[in-house]
């Protein structure tokens, strides 16, 4: 057996992260040379939904839990920031990790009654416990979910407009790089080895001794702190929320699921296809915000059905190419010059790259 | 007095939640299918209704006898060419295909009615009653409601027990597989399902749709209710979907009550504690066989 290594890393992967740290880099410095904003702002929302959908897909791609409540840690994260700053007196950048900290915190006892439920009744008990929340949020006393409420230029402290608004850019750029970042590093640790192994084959990777319901809660309170963290952002950049936009299900959950479906579910490449598509025809429909849905919705409905690995799936029968080093190979060895895969994310579509 | 008024309207609202369950419940009983439009589809027929009675001025219960067919016939055509392709081990396309679906009816109906409420009036019917004392009184059409609720059930139990296709229902949720080596066309059952899910469910709509005003948006609310109902009764039990409809019902109107007098909780608010609590004590429900 000597000779044979476990390699993640492929020559496209590498290409494809030296490509992406490039990209990173020019987003990076766009408040200097993008000075009327024209595209920056826009690219605010870009941002931070590919970090919804980065997490969404964690959640239903590799864990098998497939979320309709996505929105009650947004929520949380919108209503975290509020108190804090608002009411704690708290700095506003300092709120940020600490609102993740509160969803990741509550989404245990969800957990608690979530799990009891699989496949599509889960997906439906994550959008009661949602609905509980936002209900909870629009009669509470101190919360006031029911009214407009507002940062205030109190508490957002001594910073000027230019520094909010360039901060709030850069946080949604860190949240999206941050969040495909975590999909990556959960994918190389054993945890990612446990969930898919789970995916494949559940009484399989049960016999061998893995613990399904501790990788996927430890998933869940990652994803949850992730999107809290990603809702309190939100509010720094729109400053004012009701508890029926701050939970909503259409924008923080159906939006996200739709863009990952279309670009493909299960795959790290996905998201961010599927956030360029939906950022194209979203260009393209402006204000027809009834025809968004119906347009995204129907796509999604139909690619759900004849392409479930989406558009990232459809290029991989085309080329099987591995932008995120995230599949473990078997490489080297005196026998075996072309290994089979080991924790396979896309078992059908790389048994037909093979072909 | 009121309390027991609230525990008796709840009762009487529980079957149309029992109405609104059945197909989820069916069609999760027999096939593992979830289907998240289900909400949405009782308010397409409940807007369909409103069509059919405004072109061809008749009373809304009389289009009942339209709208139901086309929502079966609907159903039966969306199972054989479409959600039979997402069905498998794996819910993930189902769920993703029928969130689409769900999402897609919604804004299709804002875009044709507008965002506007709506409303079924079927005349005097609908407001007459039966007064037990000054406080409790017991309207005809809710008894209705429940009676009809009642009769579906029945009436499904009967046909899944008795008939040759019933048969066929139970012997395909029991093992696919072996229900095809029997000569059995599962995809064609699975159809027949959905359309019967799709009957049951535009019939609650249409009821709904008498008793309460209703706008595009008003679908997922309606799923969530159900899928509670389900849940409490305990999956694939159609006896417990009626179960839960009525304490999921109860807890509702109790809730109002309870809002009323002390001003905390709210009737749905109040309905989904209780959900939560009978997940908590007993996840296979009160009537359920086993974990789903």
Same mark, same amino acid.
């Given at each position: 057996?000597?000779?044979?290594?476990?390699?993640?890393?492929t020559?496209?992967?590498?290409?494809?992260?030296i490509?992406?740290?490039?990209?990173?880099?020019v987003?990076?410095?766009?408040?200097?040379?993008d000075?009327?904003?024209?595209?920056?702002?826009?690219?605010?929302a870009?941002l931070?939904y590919l970090?919804?959908?980065?997490?969404?897909?964690?959640?239903?791609?590799?864990?098998g839990?497939?979320?309709?409540?996505?929105?009650?840690?947004v929520?949380?994260?919108?209503?975290?920031?509020?108190?804090?700053?608002?009411?704690?007196?708290?700095?506003?950048y300092?709120?940020i990790?600490?609102?993740?900290?509160?969803?990741?915190?509550?989404?245990?006892?969800?957990?608690?009654?979530?799990?009891?439920?699989?496949?599509?009744?889960?997906?439906?008990?994550?959008?009661?416990v949602?609905?509980v929340m936002?209900?909870?949020?629009?009669?509470?006393?101190?919360?006031?979910?029911?009214?407009?409420?507002?940062?205030?230029?109190?508490?957002?402290?001594?910073?000027?407009?230019?520094?909010?608004?360039?901060s709030?850019?850069?946080?949604?750029?860190?949240?999206a790089?941050?969040?495909?970042?975590?999909?990556?590093?959960?994918?190389r640790?054993?945890?990612?080895?446990a969930?898919?192994?789970?995916?494949?084959?559940?009484g399989?990777?049960?016999?061998?001794?893995v613990?399904?319901?501790?990788?996927?809660?430890?998933?869940w309170?990652?994803?949850?702190?992730?999107?809290?963290?990603?809702?309190?952002?939100i509010?720094?950049n729109?400053?004012?929320?009701?508890?029926?936009s701050?939970f909503?299900?259409?924008?923080?959950?159906?939006?996200?699921?739709?863009m990952?479906?279309?670009?493909g579910?299960?795959s790290?490449?996905g998201?961010?296809?599927?956030?360029?598509?939906y950022?194209?025809i979203d260009?393209?429909?402006?204000?027809?915000?009834a025809?968004?849905?119906?347009?995204l919705?129907?796509?999604?409905?139909?690619?759900?059905?004849?392409a479930?690995?989406?558009?990232?799936?459809?290029?991989q029968?085309?080329?099987?190419?591995q932008?995120?080093?995230?599949?473990r190979?078997?490489a080297?060895?005196?026998?075996?010059?072309?290994?089979?895969?080991?924790g396979?994310?896309?078992p059908?579509?790389?048994?037909?790259?093979?072909? | 007095?009121?309390?027991?008024?609230a525990?008796v309207?709840?009762?009487?609202l529980?079957?149309?939640?029992?109405?609104?369950?059945?197909?989820?419940?069916?069609?999760f009983g027999?096939?593992r299918?979830?289907?998240?439009?289900?909400?949405?589809?009782a308010i397409?027929?409940?807007?369909?209704?409103?069509s059919?009675?405004?072109?061809?001025?008749?009373?809304?219960?009389?289009?009942?006898?339209?709208?139901?067919?086309?929502m079966a016939l609907?159903?039966?055509v969306?199972?054989?060419?479409?959600?039979?392709?997402s069905?498998?081990?794996? &819910?993930?396309?189902?769920?993703?295909?029928?969130?689409g679906?769900?999402?897609?009816?919604?804004?299709?109906?804002?875009?044709r009615?507008?965002?506007?409420?709506?409303?079924?009036?079927i005349?005097? @019917?609908?407001?007459?009653?039966?007064?037990f004392?000054d406080?409790i009184?017991v309207?005809?059409?809710?008894?209705?409601?429940?009676?009809?609720?009642?009769?579906?059930?029945?009436?499904?139990?009967l046909?899944?027990?008795?008939?040759?296709?019933?048969?066929?229902?139970?012997?395909?949720?029991d093992? &696919?597989s072996t229900?095809?080596?029997?000569?059995?066309n599962?995809?064609?059952i699975?159809?027949?399902?959905?359309?019967?899910? @799709?009957?049951?469910?535009?019939?609650?709509?249409? @009821?709904?749709?008498?008793?309460?005003?209703?706008?595009?948006?008003?679908? &997922?609310?309606?799923?969530?209710?159900?899928?509670e109902?389900?849940v409490?009764?305990?999956?694939?039990?159609?006896?417990?979907?009626?179960l839960?409809g009525?304490i999921?019902?109860?807890?509702?109107?109790?809730?109002?009550q309870?809002?009323?007098e002390?001003?905390?909780l709210?009737?749905?608010?109040?309905?989904?504690?209780?959900?939560l609590?009978?997940?908590?004590?007993? &996840?296979s429900?009160?009537?359920?066989?086993?974990?789903?």
């Open positions: 057996m000597k000779g044979y290594r476990i390699s993640r890393s020559p496209e992967s590498t290409v494809g992260l490509g992406f740290g490039a990209l990173v880099v987003l990076g410095t766009l408040p200097w040379w000075s009327d904003g024209s595209l920056q702002t826009p690219l605010v870009i931070y970090a919804l959908a980065q997490m969404w897909n964690l959640l239903a791609g590799f864990a839990l497939v979320s309709i409540g996505q929105q009650m840690f929520g949380i994260g919108v209503y975290g920031m509020l108190q804090m700053a608002e009411v704690g007196g708290v700095d506003p300092v709120a990790p600490l609102a993740g900290l509160v969803a990741a915190v509550l989404s245990v006892p969800v957990a608690a009654f979530a799990f009891r439920l699989r496949g599509g009744y889960f997906a439906i008990g994550t959008w009661v949602a609905e936002r209900l909870l949020t629009t009669e509470s006393n101190d919360l006031r979910g029911g009214d407009v409420r507002a940062l205030t230029r109190e508490s957002l402290g001594g910073y000027s407009l230019e520094t909010r608004t360039n709030v850019y850069w946080l949604a750029l860190g949240l790089v941050g969040g495909t970042a975590i999909v990556v590093l959960v994918l640790s054993r945890l990612g080895l969930l898919r192994a789970a995916r494949d084959n559940e399989g990777a049960r016999s061998l001794g613990s399904i319901a501790r990788a996927q809660l430890i998933t309170v990652v994803v949850a702190f992730w999107t809290g963290c990603t809702g309190a952002v509010l720094l729109t400053t004012s929320t009701t508890a029926g701050a909503s299900v259409t924008r923080w959950t159906a939006l996200v699921i739709f990952v479906v279309i670009g579910v299960g790290t490449t998201p961010i296809i599927g956030v360029l598509v950022w194209i260009e393209q429909l402006g204000d027809a915000d025809w968004r849905f119906i347009i919705g129907g796509i999604a409905a139909v690619m759900a059905t004849v479930p690995k989406g558009v990232y799936g459809l290029l029968q085309w080329r099987p190419l932008f995120f080093p995230v599949r190979r078997l080297g060895g005196p026998d075996n010059p072309s290994p089979p895969d080991v396979d994310p896309e059908q579509t790389a048994a037909e790259g093979e072909q | 007095m009121e309390w027991v008024n525990i309207q709840g009762i009487l529980g079957g149309l939640f029992a109405l609104f369950a059945t197909g989820l419940s069916l069609a027999v096939m299918f979830v289907n998240l439009a289900h909400g949405d589809l397409l027929a409940a807007f369909l209704a409103v059919f009675s405004a072109t061809l001025e008749v009373n809304p219960f009389v289009t009942m006898a339209l709208v139901v067919p086309i609907g159903g039966y969306i199972q054989r060419f479409g959600f039979n392709w069905i498998g081990t794996d &819910p993930l396309p189902s769920i993703l295909v029928t969130f679906l769900a999402v897609v009816i919604q804004n299709a109906l804002l875009e009615y507008s965002a506007d409420s709506q409303g079924l009036d005349g005097t @019917f609908e407001t007459r009653s039966i007064e004392t406080d009184a309207g005809w059409f809710p008894v209705l409601i429940l009676g009809v609720a009642v009769v579906v059930l029945v009436g499904l139990q046909f899944l027990s008795f008939t040759r296709m019933g048969r066929a229902f139970r012997a395909t949720a093992d &696919p229900a095809r080596l029997m000569g059995i599962d995809r064609n699975y159809a027949v399902v959905m359309a019967i899910a @799709f009957a049951t469910v535009a019939v609650a709509g249409l @009821f709904l749709g008498i008793r309460q005003t209703f706008g595009p948006t008003d679908g &997922p609310a309606q799923l969530i209710f159900a899928f109902a389900v409490i009764g305990g999956l694939g039990s159609l006896w417990g979907t009626l839960g009525i999921l019902g109860v807890a509702q109107t109790v809730g109002n309870v809002d009323v002390f001003n905390v709210s009737g749905p608010l109040f309905g989904h504690l209780i959900f609590v009978v997940l908590a004590v007993r &996840p429900g009160l009537l359920g066989r086993g974990r789903g």
